[in-house]
């Protein structure tokens, strides 16, 4: 799709947004899939749900706007998916391996997080007010889960210190 405008931009950026969370759904139940703490497990699953939300709230920001989405060809979330299985399949230690999972996860969020920022931005510089109200509800979900991620990543820490300490 050839962007002539900011309009245009706001349209493709959306689009990629837009598949990007259906690849992060598959991504988020690989990952709980591979997450041996239940805690951790738990979390994806939740965000795993959530994502259904975000992509009827994306699909409803396009019914605003009068457009439909268009094909973007990122490969981002796939390369991410190939490392994170073969990092994953390098760690031995359970202990190691859910953090490496939760981790991952966050870094994963933070990424989504700058794009909805920048969404943001755009829907307000396209004069799409309510549309830039309903990104932002996106962002604080994405926002939630790097919290929540961040909190059980230093839980698992700190119940791992003594553990260590006494070894």
Known sequence: MPVQNPQDLFVWLLSDVRQREERAKHIFQEMSQAAQDPDVKETLDSW????????????????????QPVTTTSR?????????????????????????????ASQLMHLHIGEYAALTAMADI????????????????????????????RNVIEMAAPMRKAA
């Open 76 to 104: 981002l979330h796939e390369v991410f998916l190939e490392d994170f299985r073969r990092e994953l399949n390098e760690i031995q230690q359970p202990l190691a391996k859910t953090l490496y999972v939760a981790s991952k």
């Open 126 to 153: 396209t004069g799409h007010y309510s549309v830039g109200a309903l990104i932002e509800s996106c962002l604080a979900d994405n926002l939630a889960f790097v919290e929540r991620a961040r909190r059980r990543i």
């Open 48 to 67: 795993v749900y959530l994502q259904d939300k975000t992509i009827n709230t994306l699909d409803h920001c396009f019914k605003l706007i009068g457009k």
